[in-house]
């Protein structure tokens, strides 16, 4: 099931082909014409809750009854709701919502997380020639690096990315990204399937030119309006393996970065066995695997200063889009 957050009221609802229900009411239709339930919207509200944060907790119990509802609805071919709402809309009326449980969630990344990315960065950037290999070894022997961006600077689906006047290399990064559905805390590895409630898709924009004072943590070239785009959808209960799911990146339609999450150095589970000995991982939090080869930043040629060609990175008018055939499409246009 594809999981949309929509609408000015930000309701959960499946996104099907270019159609959206909304499962909160679908159930309530379903309770009453098929259960005779006369509470149907009470009921609706503790099987299939209206709002994401509720939905994850609800657990498989709202994918499961949500599911029933959908059959319900096809079956009858009938949308309207028990007072008239309409329960199926076109996804292109629509405004897509980041699906967040709420702005105060974790948005953790993983930096350097695909070889082929830190090798073109050494390359381009410090004239220096290393094998894939030797990348990954370097990685495994400095250990895991990240940062977060604030939820409360994220965008979705068709939001325009405003150009950060502070910036002058805005580049993209297209990233799978997995949405938890249960607490971890002190995970010990093993199988990470059980906590994961489904996958999305983030571009992680960045400044490229922005650098912190030594010591600084606000992380500048990642956290800005906008840095982090996020959807289209949540995918749950259709992807058996986080660590096989292709994606690419196109910018103005051409393709700059085609990866795989089999790639990543440290694994999903990896990066959560390290986070969760620090910090408990709630549902709803989001974790992205990081980016592979072809981002503006390790893509280009650098002057002797170390000042990238700005050919490749964003301007305004450039449309961005972050795909994966098993979760969809995600476009901005910076503007």
Known sequence: MKVVVFGPDERVGALIDDQIIDLNLAYATYARQAKDEPLPYAMAAAMSPANLADFIAAGPRAIESTEIALDHLKKTGSYEGLRG????????????????????????????????????SRLRRQHREVTLEEVRAEAIERGMWGFNKLAVSAIGQDDTLQYPAHGTRLDYEGEVAIVFGKPIKDF????????????????????????????????????????????????????????DIPFQTRVNGEVRQSGNTR?????FADWVQNLSRRFTINPGDILSGGTCAGTGMDSSEYDEKGVP????????????????????RLRNQVV
């Not at 809309?89 to 070889?115: E, Q, T």
């Not at 060609?309 to 795909?323: I, M, N, R, T």
């Open 85 to 120: 709402e309409q329960l199926r809309l076109d996804a292109k009326d629509v405004r897509l919502h980041p699906p967040l449980v709420s702005r105060g969630a974790r948005i953790m990344n993983a930096g350097g997380n695909f070889a082929d990315h830190s090798q073109g």
């Open 263 to 267: 790639d990543m150095i440290f694994s």
């Open 309 to 328: 060609d700005p050919k490749l990175f964003l301007k305004p008018g450039d449309a961005v889009e972050v795909s994966s055939a098993s979760i969809g």
């Open 188 to 243: 010990k590895g093993g199988e990470l399937a059980p906590y994961i409630w489904g996958y999305t898709l983030q571009n992680d924009f960045s400044l490229r030119d922005q650098r912190e004072p030594q010591g600084g943590a606000y992380a500048f070239g990642k956290n800005f309006d906008g840095c982090s785009s996020l959807g289209p959808c949540i995918v749950v209960g259709e992807l058996p393996d986080p660590q």
